[in-house]
């Protein structure tokens, strides 16, 4: 539909298509399934609890998020959210061979970004591709869960591609195709 647009594709904390080597744990649901949230089953879902970085980080985004100033939207009925919950984790999340073969056989860049401790799309199915998708280059966060890189890349973003940072394309290699992120970040200055 847009394949010719697309010049570069960042997943973060994200599932691949087909069989999992590794199956999101049960206990993703579970806590999924409890409510309301509170700051234990926040850290349990998204984050790395055995990490006091990670339960700091966690207890911060949890005050912001949850905190009574904080405009979100709507929340989502707990009956209906409850039914689409499966009973255990599928495997596959996503089946479609047409994605499958569609990135297997892509010239676009793929950054996956994960946590090392993602209890709900673990970061294993990613390495069991790396050799399939010719493209992918991953960063994994060590003692991270599901959201921290999703922290992560906002401020690696904010930090360096804004236009006040700076960082413009070389004139003379913005007209030369991108394979991969390393060339991307050569052509930044």
Known sequence: ???????????????????????????????GSQGPATLEQYTGLFFEPNDAGSRAASKQSFERIFSPGNIHS?????????????????NPVMPYDDVMNALKQTNVP??????????????????????????LDLITYPRTGHTEPIFSIRIWLHLRLLPSSGIRARPEKARQPLRTFADMKRNLR
């Open 1 to 31: 539909m847009y394949g010719a647009s697309i010049s570069h594709a960042v997943l973060i904390a994200g599932v691949p298509p087909g069989k999992l080597v590794k199956s999101g744990e049960q206990r993703f649901l579970d806590l």
């Open 74 to 90: 709507p929340d989502v009925p707990a009956e209906w959210a409850m039914a689409q919950v499966p009973a255990s984790p599928p």
């Open 110 to 135: 793929i950054l996956h970004l994960n946590g090392d401790h993602d209890i709900s799309f673990p970061v294993e199915n990613w390495y069991a591709l790396n050799g399939i998708f010719p493209t």
